[in-house]
């Protein structure tokens, strides 16, 4: 019988993690799954995640798939299974088969982060591994006229970490916005996909151009300028979260 394709949705605490991909003598969550596999199989098996997220940064809807030569085992069960073995800031949260063509990575259309800013003068303990804390509170109307220069198909040089190792620079943005929910500043991008910390360079940037009353002819020749130098601090890793990847046009638009 042919193996069976088997997609997974994963959430993970990343404080903890040098990243999603493995990494020689790092924690990463791809080695812990697929530590968790080798267990239930008895040989290595391989599982492919929808984005590569950063040492740090965490996932409430990363997308995972891996090649299964056991049948005993429903498709819907292997989340309970793999579970088992895992530590408590990796968990499995569903299971499903899928086609064999299915490749978490390469058949995704987009995927969408947020990214969680508290403000406040003093930080809840609670809060200081899943969020980045200021104390001034930034104007809202300002960050989303800036944010909007982002959307559609640009060179994102400006805000890629050096060592990227992209072949192209260029990524089309479906969705950038700043919305407040509960205590929570949040800015959610979608795009088909993102350079090496580009994420946490777009939010560092656009806090700092709304501070210095920057407007969007400004941010704009930052991000046309091309140039590294011009993009503000790196927002730290720990507000980042991978929300959840995007398989089909109608979930898309």
Known sequence: MAERNIKL????????????????????????LE???????????????AGRTDSGVHAAGQT?????????IAAGKFAYAINSYLPEDVKVIAGEEVDASFDARRSARARVYRYYIYISPVGLPHYR??????????????LNELASVL??????TTFTAAGDKSKSRIRNVYSSVFYVRGDFLIYQITANA???????????????????????????????????????????????????VIYSDEELY
């Open 151 to 156: 959307i559609g198909e640009k060179d994102f």
């Open 9 to 32: 949705l994963v959430a993970y605490d990343g404080t903890k993690f040098a990243g999603w991909q493995v990494q020689k003598n790092q924690r990463t969550v791809q080695g812990i």
């Open 64 to 72: 995972a798939n891996f090649y299964t030569d056991i049948n005993s």
């Open 35 to 49: 530590e968790s596999l080798a267990r239930i199989h008895g040989h290595d098996v391989r599982i492919r995640g």
């Open 129 to 142: 591994h899943f969020c980045y804390k200021i104390r001034r509170r930034p104007g809202i109307v300002r």
């Open 194 to 244: 993102f350079l090496w910390k580009m994420i946490r360079s777009v939010v560092g940037t656009l806090l700092e151009c709304e501070k210095n009353g920057m407007k969007k002819n400004d941010f704009l020749a930052i991000l046309e300028n091309r140039d590294r130098s011009r993009a503000g601090t790196t927002a730290p890793a720990r507000g980042l979260f991978l929300e959840r």
